[in-house]
């Protein structure tokens, strides 16, 4: 294995023992089946129609998903490196994705085909508890911004936002304003106003 793979498999090591203390011997299986892909800004990973089959995680870039409803387009959730992500519905369900996987830069990412994880998933036990963690921090997050969306008040959302919203200041610094207040549901313009007006308060 070149030297730039064993770094790779470091960044999935570190980023397992975040989760769950996992040693050499349980996490050599893992490394065998993980996979690296470079793309290219604007790339579709996964489109719509397509099924899911993996789980990826973000070694640089910028992964951004969202739906298309009626010609517009709404965010689902963005992942930067160290931030894991898949289209939950159509991997559990093997169904025709209603999201798009675009990467906003030029992005590298590290990921495990669904048939590899099954497989871990039965005879690894520290990657089952790993992976049941990882699931269980998405979708708090997703919950939460769910609440979030539900305020009609942009100004509560915006505060929700980074109260709870675990994610919420590497957002901030890496993500176009604009893509933040699709985020939340708001326009540009107002994202703006409501941004000021918090940073008045403090």
Do not use: C, W
Not at 35 to 60: A, D, H, M, R, Y
């Amino acid at each position: 294995m070149d030297q730039d793979f064993s770094s790779e498999k470091n960044i999935l090591f570190n980023f397992f023992n975040q989760v769950y203390p996992i040693t050499e011997t349980d996490f050599e299986p893992l490394a065998k089946v993980m996979k690296k892909k470079k793309i290219k800004k604007g790339e579709i990973l996964l489109n719509l129609g397509q099924i899911e089959t993996k789980t990826s995680l973000v070694l640089k870039g910028f992964i951004h998903q969202y739906v298309i409803i009626e010609d517009n387009l709404f965010t689902i959730d963005f992942s930067l490196a160290g931030m894991s992500f898949n289209n939950f519905t159509s991997y559990m369900e093997n169904s025709p994705s209603n999201q798009i996987q675009e990467a906003i830069t030029d992005s590298e990412i590290l990921y495990f085909e669904k048939e590899d994880i099954e497989k871990l998933l039965l005879k690894n036990h520290p990657f089952s508890y790993i992976y049941t963690k990882l699931f269980e921090q998405v979708h708090l997050e997703r919950e939460k911004r769910s609440l979030l969306l539900q305020h009609k008040n942009a100004s509560k959302k915006y505060e929700l936002f980074l109260d709870t919203i675990t994610k919420s200041k590497v957002f901030l610094e890496q993500v176009p304003q604009k893509l933040i207040a699709n985020y939340l549901g708001i326009t540009p313009e107002t994202y703006s106003r409501v941004k000021k007006e918090y940073l008045k308060k403090r």
